[in-house]
């Protein structure tokens, strides 16, 4: 009976192993049958050849759907969903970006080593941003005539007068992302580069191109009564606004001083006074440029309290600004004559300014900057329908160029003078010039004040 029943308890195991066995083994292909599928859907969704390349666009997303394990049990490692690929969307056509709302003008005039190089570019935007600087003008076009980066205008580039390292468009976004208007510097009319690739645009004196400086240095000047230099000027401004600059501005816009120097004119026209030439570019430029360029110049000091164009230069205040947004008197007391009986700007006697006789300008220079405004603000005012605004340049170095006693340093209370001189003339934009950028940074008020 005892062998009876182990028989019988034998079997009975063999049979519930097996049934075990059984349905392990169902669930086992059941599972396998499902990854096996999964893997041929996935498979087959794949439109990638063998190298790579997509041929028919989106793919397939497959999410599989996997039967969770009996709790307690291991889930096993689910295949995963392949990312969709998207067919790229074409290209919307790019729409510039607006140019930021920029205050009145607190400027200084940057030298092209110091915005072409990145350590010194970072320097004055840190400034800009840590002071009332708001603005720089930085050269277009160089007191030597050379474009400061790479230009595609053909001539140009057939004269060699271009930097072909420096890219302006990424100099300029640098400056606008942080909020600081880029005002560019033309220097127009005197060019030592295309006046010898071009000669024919060339002011010239006995036959040969007139040289200014006097002791064969090659200073040479684009002659302003010819339309053809009037071109190359223009096609220089179009290709600056098409990058960027936010403000176009013309110095050297004269012809060179008669009274220092001999030369021929190509165009003058008897009875034709000289200002009217430099009139009728501005115009020619204002006519070719888009709507709404800004567009100044700077002129000389004298200008503002001189109704004679001295020099005959080309600078008239009551009528050179009919085309311009600003002009940008230079205001440098030091530029002014004064009374040493010789060396720099002597006369003997000194300058007379809104009726205030001055022998040593350089010292006064909040009264320099106030008064020889106040007459210009006067006369500009006095000229109907004309809207030209004012925003001087004034002096950010020191002239120890000058006789000895007839000059002063000028460090943060000469910078404040002229400044408050600027406002209580009223007006509200300045610029300072520094020819070697060693500005007296401390002058500037922090950002808010």
């Not at 350590?119 to 004055?124: A, I, K, N, P």
Request: proline residues 6%; negative net charge.
């Amino acid at each position: 009976m005892e062998n009876k029943k182990q028989m019988i308890n034998v079997e009975t195991g063999k049979q519930k192993k097996k049934t075990v066995s059984i349905v392990v083994l169902t669930v086992l292909v059941l599972l396998s049958l499902s990854l096996l599928a999964l893997y041929i859907r996935h498979s087959s969704s794949d439109s990638r050849d063998g190298n790579g390349a997509d041929r028919s666009g989106a793919l397939n997303t497959i999410t599989p759907t996997v039967t969770p394990e009996p709790t307690g049990a291991p889930y096993p490692t689910e295949i995963p969903a392949e990312e969709p690929s998207v067919t790229p969307e074409p290209s919307p056509t790019a729409t510039p970006a607006p140019k930021p709302e920029f205050q009145p003008v607190r400027a200084l005039y940057l030298k092209p080593e110091s915005f072409q190089n990145p350590t010194t570019l970072d320097h004055y935007i840190d400034l800009a941003n840590r002071t009332e600087i708001n603005a720089y003008v930085i050269d277009i076009k160089s007191d030597w005539g050379t474009i400061t980066y790479r230009s595609e205008i053909e001539d140009v580039r057939a004269a060699k007068a271009c930097r072909d390292d420096i890219d302006i468009r990424e100099i300029i976004k640098k400056f606008h992302d942080n909020n600081i208007r880029v005002i560019g510097r033309v220097v127009t009319f005197k060019d030592s580069v295309i006046t010898k690739y071009k000669p024919e645009l060339a002011i010239h004196h006995d036959g040969k191109l007139f040289d200014q400086s006097g002791n064969g240095s090659g200073v040479y000047w684009l002659d302003a009564t010819r339309k053809e230099s009037w071109d190359y000027i223009l096609a220089i401004v179009r290709e600056a606004i098409d990058f960027g600059f936010d403000e176009i501005q013309f110095d050297y816009v004269r012809f060179p001083e008669t009274s220092l120097y001999k030369y021929e004119l190509a165009n003058l026209e008897e009875g034709k006074e000289r200002h009217e030439y430099i009139e009728e570019f501005l115009a020619y430029i204002r006519k070719n440029v888009p709507e709404g360029t800004i567009l100044s110049a700077d002129i000389f000091g004298m200008p503002l309290i001189s109704s004679k164009d001295y020099g005959e230069i080309g600078q008239t205040l009551e009528s050179i600004g009919w085309n311009l947004d600003y002009i940008s008197p230079m205001i440098y007391p030091s530029h002014f004559a004064n009374s040493a009986p010789r060396g720099s700007m002597a006369n003997g006697v000194g300058q007379v300014i809104n009726g205030i006789k001055f022998t040593h300008p350089d010292l006064y220079p909040y009264e320099v900057v106030y008064n020889t405004l106040m007459v210009g603000k006067r006369r500009i005012e006095s000229v109907d329908g004309y809207n030209v605004k004012c925003r001087p340049y004034i002096q950010g170095f020191t002239a120890d160029y000058l006789p000895e006693g007839y000059w002063k340093k000028y460090g943060v209370e000469e910078y404040r003078a002229q400044i408050q001189a600027v406002y209580d003339a009223g007006y509200e934009e300045w610029i300072f010039w520094n020819a070697r950028n060693n500005y007296v940074e401390e002058a500037f008020l922090p950002e808010g004040q």
